[in-house]
């Protein structure tokens, strides 16, 4: 399925879109979704050459695996291998998008790294000028937030704020990681505990967009709500093998401003993978894990709350603040792949054919998004931004063991 080994694949743009009708945005979502972001967005060359096929069967079985064991064995009956490759195959075009914006398979093998390093560095390591933290995070604030989450008198004796990442990251929110000593009524021993609180934008199109999509309202809710009944769910079937798929929350508001205060994953070991590189075939197989039980443990949900279908249904590609927002961006990269496409041995031909995608590329994302919604057999919560950044990995002996999703603005069923 990797795009750059197969002319063939070049026969996608062979369409004609048709204009979208409407800003709908989709209700209903298929897994494809998430495994086309996340593999065209975060995976090496070397998955794509060698692993791909057995990484999705390795999904697969575990999502049909869940799935009975919820006892959904008609939609695990119905949502084979092959249709998911169909779904996949179908939104390819969606795909070339993730892959190219990603800087890691534009030019040719021989110098794909150096690309790819130099792109994903300077997305990474802008130096913009940051804001101060609010003056709202604060002591009063964090009791607040504890002694209602934790129902236990607190007292906070002193406390850090800082940046959560480096400068360049979190496009859509401002995250801080605050360090807090505090102690609990009955006992004055200080304890350390850190927190992961999100808040708002100060200004620019980011701002503006997610506050049009009421974002932070989305990831709120589901980090607050729909999450901790997933996991639920989940520990019921693993057991002792159960791990969380994302932090905890431990309180969402809109007042002094809207934020979101969370689990630090750090301390219990996880982290960010290697900057500039893309993940290798372990990660992207533990991924994928995690992908099966997200999705296998949210479509039993919507049979238990189809509410969730309408209450939770942005999609970048169907949603027209984002499409609008995403526009410029793609008319750009579809131009440099056909630049690049023009300096590769046996690849020229298809250069013209990127340079029309550039054109219509977001009216094809958004017919084959919706068609994908209204025929798949198996509706599912989609993580929706399921590059590497928005995930963090626990590593045992210098292996990944383990990852936690982050960054939840975007998920939709």
Request: proline content about 4%.
């Amino acid at each position: 399925m990797r795009l750059g080994t197969s002319p063939e694949a070049g026969c996608l743009l062979a369409y004609t879109a048709t204009p979208r009708i409407s800003p709908r945005c989709s209700s209903v979502t298929s897994p494809a979704s998430d495994l086309l972001y996340f593999l065209y967005s975060s995976a090496s060359e070397d998955v794509h050459r060698h692993h791909v096929e057995d990484l999705l069967r390795e999904y697969h079985n575990t999502l049909v695996g869940l799935l009975r064991r919820l006892g959904m064995e008609q939609q695990a009956e119905a949502y084979t291998f092959e249709e998911l490759k169909k779904e996949m195959d179908y939104c390819l075009v969606i795909g070339v998008y993730y892959w190219i914006t990603s800087g890691f398979g534009l030019t040719s093998e021989e110098h794909g790294a150096q690309y790819g390093s130099e792109t994903i560095n300077n997305m990474e390591l802008s130096t913009d000028t940051r804001v101060p933290p609010p003056s709202w995070l604060n002591h009063d604030f964090i009791e607040s937030v504890l002694k209602k989450a934790e129902r236990k008198e607190i007292t906070v004796d002193s406390m850090n704020v800082e940046y959560a990442n480096a400068e360049g990251l979190g496009y859509g929110s401002l995250k801080f990681r605050l360090t807090v000593f505090l102690s609990y009524e009955g006992n004055e021993k200080i304890q350390k505990k850190t927190l992961i609180v999100k808040t708002v934008l100060e200004s620019g199109q980011l701002k503006d967009l997610t506050e049009k999509c009421d974002v932070f309202k989305v990831e709120a809710e589901m980090l607050f709500d729909v999450m901790p009944k997933i996991h639920e769910q989940l520990a019921v079937l693993e057991g002792e093998e159960f791990r969380p798929l994302g932090a905890s929350c431990y309180q969402w508001g809109r007042e002094p401003a809207t934020y979101i205060v969370l689990e630090d994953l750090s301390p219990t070991g996880f982290r960010l993978a290697q900057a500039g590189q893309p993940l290798d075939l372990k990660p992207c197989a533990v991924t994928l894990r995690a992908y099966a039980r997200l999705h296998a443990a949210s479509a039993y949900l919507l049979t238990k709350q189809p509410r969730y279908k309408e209450k939770f249904c942005v999609h970048m590609f169907t949603e027209e603040n984002f499409l609008q927002h995403l526009a410029p961006g793609a008319k750009i990269s579809f131009k440099a792949l056909a630049n690049e496409l023009d300096k590769c041995s046996g690849y020229e031909q298809y250069s013209e054919r990127y340079r029309v995608l550039a054109e219509c590329f977001l009216d094809v994302a958004y017919e084959r998004m919706e068609q994908i919604k209204t025929q798949t057999n198996l509706s599912v919560l989609t993580h929706g931004d399921c590059w590497k950044n928005n995930m963090m990995f626990k590593y045992v002996n210098g292996e990944v063991s383990e990852v936690c999703l982050v960054d939840f603005q975007v998920m939709s069923f």
